[in-house]
């Protein structure tokens, strides 16, 4: 997020040629609204609303659309070339007014594209205007963040949409209250959610997730038509934050900014926030259950440790086919530094760690986080694959490990990919795909196993049926 | 057509489709229960964009015009017309996006149109998707020696025969250069690089894209290689974008007719093609709405004529491959056509028939594109499917009431943003291709150029024409109209099947296709069968949910007359029951 503000200012020319030479081939990254967008798919009744112009929306439908094949709907407010000149004070009004009515939303909330942030948009004082205006429904609670793509990634836009719900909604409650535990958990799978929902549970702890998109992004068929689809975590519920008996926040890379929803939490309402990381593999996962056993002040449930021992006998068992391979892993950083830590406790050398983000903080934390990360493995941020493809055929890896942006790459090494993140659009179920706990490791064991057993049958002239 | 000048068969009209039995729903009061929620003055806008047919005249219908804010809509930007649909597709240029990274991911290989890798080009750039990834310093000092930069990287990188620009919204509003950057790039690395100003705000929909696209491909391609190709017939296919491999299809068809397709715009096409496709004797337009200007500007300037045809459904095929053949006007080619037909007609039959007795009398709904929603009706006719409702997500009047009313097009703000090139006869290299008598002859022979009609005469009177189809009017179609099929965009496709009704992309195909001519008839005709009988929609009730079925409850004697009506009636009760009925769905206002 920090990406030329903690810097010194230096020429366009100049940094180019230093750093990012070229053009971004095949990013690695997507653009920010998309993740404010998810964000707000979190928190239930809310319609997202892009202010700019429709064609950002359609893309980003389209694109969330092929990872959840569920239905996204987003709306604009539709620049035309005169409120691109004039400023989009009008197309703004009309378009929450008719959103309102339409969708009758609990929250309508509104990202900037670059086209409104170029003009320098006034959000605060344009959504103020409206507020005051007498001629219009006022139903919806109103959330805006500035997005702008030129600066930070679907994962900043993401993280800063939380930061603004949460923001914006919190109040201070009773005192004495132990309300719920706030969980921001950084941007991971619907399946995630749910399995995060039931450690929780597991340890009997109240929980508000901002956001939780478990159900509106991955929700059964209808009776009938769902103008909003169900789910998500209620307004009433983020209101309910300055009471939260504690913060918990996914992400080691977002731990490096201040301004984030934990944080605010913090410094408005003294709720203890606990920072950790994505809870991806066995210490991440042991850090996370650590936080909400000293939160819950009770021993591991049986359950969760029972997982754990789960997650440990596969590694034991499995260890003979895993040892010793070399991955590339790239993506989000924070799901890289994840997987990263995961693929060395198990065996697997990650020879390659890459990710589009450029938040500075990426190899230190790489590096501070996985001790026995080898020296010679190549750390890049503000990354894309035409530079990961070219690192990755000098390193000679056996697996591949991202979205299913890195499948051209795989397919030109002839090495398996393991389908992780955001986005997966050729396979079904990349929304359901479960990273994070014990369960989530386990799950991802058995598919890097298997992919390397499936590629040594394949290519074994003997083909071994027993193994 | 020489075979369908007998009486047709019983079940079979004259052009030979078989009827549908299903019928035609009261248009009338359907489209005044989808408008009577809104408020006024939006409720003036749909009217005119939701109208009921009538073929003899088509009624005037409000297109092309912008969607109101806060209305979720399926239209895309000018950029995405312009790099995604009709230039996007170009496999050996190089395609920059000056702008920030999301408008060109986006755009990376969403459509799938395809390319095979070539013997002399063993790099398909088509998966590669550039962009200047532009940053808050490129926004607040501009842009132009980044994008200068990225150019100059991307030849090094890949030394390709030509490159084109995009602009994205900020860079309109930032004030690059972006033509400046571009001239000054070819002077300096000697290769063609053009840009587009396609910035995403500047039409109503991806419309204004295809037209920018259009006026640039024609001014810096098209023309620049005079040598014609050897082959006779030559015809380029124009609004073709190979999407599933439909290009492959049709071009397997023409060439076992023996005519020669000099160019396909813009599907698996390479520079070269489109630099001499001015050479071809004719141009064949598929899709209309994406690539007119481009029909209309080669017959100015080079002398080539365009016709109207379409590769989509059986029937449609065999009477656009008449209609080259009537236009060379050549006996051997006309045979071959025929053979052709005949051999193509008869493997296809018996797949025909059997959907047809699987499909007849089930019904079906589209809304996509420029011309899919006109195109695709002929797929379902092939076997007997009624179409109740279609529209445009951005086409223009023309494409629903035919090219006569283009002088009656009223020219808005955001239609005058469009650059309307001029074009004049090319001194040297226009080249009638039919001497005056020969055209003559064939206009007297019914031989239409230039003769678009649209989709709304085609269509039976009283079928719903909805433009630019809103969310709430979606849902009320569906409610209302309750379609076998219906076919439209991935950003309608999961509301649509969670409510029980399959839907079909007929942007990208989801993963299937090609569509065209007849092997490609044959694949949607089965593709439409597995959507539609499949079993699943009768698993979305679970047991303990469902009303006791009265063919059980009823016991014997079922089939009696009494039993059967019975019957129908509880089971016409049960497939009206809803289980929890949420909040009344009558509230939506646009
Ligand atoms: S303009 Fe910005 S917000 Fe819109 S798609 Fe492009 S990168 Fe994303
Ligand atoms: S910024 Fe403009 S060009 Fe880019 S996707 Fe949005 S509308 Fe289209």
Known sequence: MSCSSCKPQVGPEEEGKEEFPGPTTNACKLCTPLGACLAYKGIAGTIPFLHGSQGCATYIRRYLISHFREPMDIAASNFAEHSAVFGGREVLHTGIENVSRQYKPELIGIATTCLSETIGENMPQLLHEYKNRTDVSHDAALVHVSTPSFKGTHVDGYHKAVRSIVESLAEAGPENVAGPVALMPGFVSAEDLRHLRELFAAYEL????????????????????????????????????????????????????????????????????????????????????????????????????????????????????????????????????????????????????????????????????????????????????????????????????????????????????????????DRMGGHRILHVGYRGALALYDTIVNAILERKQDTSSIGYAYL | MSDLSTTPPEGYDSEGYPIPTATQPDSEAMRAEMLKIYPQKTRRKREKQLLTNNPETPPEIGANTRTIPGIITQRGCTYAGCRGVVIGPIH????????????????????????????????????????????????????????????????????????????????????????????????????????????????????????????????????????????????????????????????????????????????????????????????????????????????????????????????????????????????????????????????????????????????????????????????????????????????????????????????????????????????????????????????????????????????KKSTLVIDDISHHEMEKLIELYKPDIICSGIKDKFVIEKLGVPCKQLHSYDYGGPYTAYTGAANFYKELDRMINTKVWKLITPSWKKPADPTIAMGKGIDSPTNKTIREVVAGMAKAWKPQKSAPASSAEG
Request: hydrophobic share 40%; charged share 25%.
């Open chain 1, 206 to 425: 109240p929980l508000t997730m901002v956001p939780d998109y478990s159900e509106t992004m991955d929700g059964g068929s209808w009776a009938a038509y769902e103008r909003i689809p169900v789910g998500g975590t209620t307004v009433e519920a983020v209101k309910a934050l300055g009471s939260a008996r504690a913060a918990i926040e996914c992400g080691h890379i977002l731990a490096t900014t201040s301004k984030t929803a934990g944080a605010h939490l913090a410094d408005k309402f003294s709720v203890p926030l606990h920072r950790i990381g994505l809870p991806i593999g066995l210490r991440e996962t042991d850090r996370l259950c650590e936080v909400m056993g000293s939160i819950a002040s009770r021993e591991t449930p049986a359950a969760v440790e029972a997982a754990r021992g789960r997650l440990i006998d596969a590694m034991v068992d499995g260890h003979k086919y895993v040892f010793n391979q070399r991955a590339v892993v790239y993506g989000d950083e924070d799901m890289v530094i994840g997987l990263t830590s995961f693929l060395c406790e198990i065996g697997v050398t990650p020879v390659l760690c890459a990710s589009g983000g450029r938040s500075r903080h990426f190899a230190a934390e790489l590096r501070k986080l996985v001790p026995e990360l080898p020296e010679s493995t190549i750390i890049r941020e503000g990354a894309d694959f035409s530079t990961i493809g070219t690192e990755a055929e000098a390193l000679n890896p056996d697996l591949l490990i991202g979205n299913s942006k890195g499948y051209s790459l795989a397919r030109r090494l002839k090495i398996p990919l393991i389908r992780c993140g955001f986005p997966i659009h």
């Open chain 2, 92 to 459: 050996d240029i190089l395609h920059i996006t000056h702008g920030p990274v999301g408008c060109s991911y986006y755009s990376w290989l969403t459509r799938r149109n395809l390319a095979r890798p070539k013997p002399d080009q063993p790099i398909n750039f088509l998966q590669y998707c550039m962009t200047t990834d532009m940053q808050e310093e490129d926004i607040v000092f501009g842009g132009e020696k980044k994008l200068a930069a990225a150019i100059r990287e991307a030849y090094a990188m890949f030394k390709p025969k030509a490159i084109a620009v995009y602009s994205t919204c900020p860079v309109g509003l930032i004030g690059d250069d972006v033509h400046a950057v571009c001239r000054q790039a070819k002077a300096e690395l000697g290769i063609n690089i053009f840009g587009f100003s396609c910035e995403g705000y500047k039409g109503v929909s991806q419309s204004a894209g295809h037209h920018i696209a259009n006026n640039g491909v024609f001014k810096h391609m098209v023309g620049l290689n005079d040598e014609p190709d050897k082959e006779k017939f030559r015809i380029n296919v124009l609004g073709e974008y190979n999407i599933g491999g439909d290009a492959w299809e049709i071009d397997t068809v023409l060439k076992k007719c023996g005519i020669h397709v000099t160019a396909t715009l813009s599907g698996d096409i390479s520079y070269e093609q489109i630099t001499k496709c001015h050479t071809a004797d004719l141009n064949v337009v598929l899709c209309h709405r994406s690539i007119n200007y481009m029909a209309e500007m080669m017959e100015t300037k080079f002398g080539v004529p365009w016709i109207k045809a379409n590769f989509t459904g059986a029937e449609q095929t065999s009477k656009s491959l008449r209609k080259i053949g009537k236009y060379f006007d050549d006996k051997q080619l006309i045979d071959r056509i025929e053979e052709v037909i005949a051999q193509e007609m008869a493997a296809l039959k018996p797949v025909q028939e059997e959907m047809r007795k699987r499909l007849q009398g089930k019904t079906a709904a589209m809304f996509v594109g420029g011309s899919r929603a006109h195109h695709y009706q002929h797929l379902f006719k092939d076997v007997g499917m009624l179409t109740v409702a279609a529209g445009y997500e951005f086409a223009h009047r023309d494409d629903y009431e035919g090219r006569k009313v283009l002088p009656t097009i009223k020219i808005d703000a955001d239609s005058r943003n469009i650059e309307e090139i001029e074009v004049e006869a090319d001194p040297k290299r226009f080249v009638p291709r039919k001497t005056p008598e020969q055209l003559e002859a064939l206009k007297a022979g019914g031989f239409n150029f230039k003769d678009y009609d649209g989709m709304m005469v085609e269509m």
